[in-house]
């Protein structure tokens, strides 16, 4: 899904800082994911992709509306 919006408040965007994830590099991986899937933990929907840097970086999120994304945490995965 070509997801247009990325909603962002203090809580979400402090999870991905304690996981050394930008906003940025997670915004990138939403608009140019190379795979995704279901988050084993919580069951959210999940994307994974590269950075403009090429970490590989994996975004769990909540779908908002039909345009619309709210990121739930983003952590650096092994390629």
Do not use: C
């Not at 590989?56 to 908002?64: F, G, K, L």
């Amino acid at each position: 899904m070509p997801w247009l919006e990325v909603f962002w408040t203090e809580e979400n965007e402090a999870h991905l800082l304690a996981n050394k994830v930008s906003r940025q590099e997670a915004e990138h991986v939403i608009h140019n994911p190379v795979g995704h899937d279901v988050s084993d933990s919580s069951g959210r929907p999940i994307v994974f992709g590269y950075t403009p840097a090429g970490r590989r970086i994996a975004v769990v999120y909540e779908v908002v509306d039909a345009i619309t994304v709210y990121p739930i945490t983003a952590y650096e995965v092994e390629p």
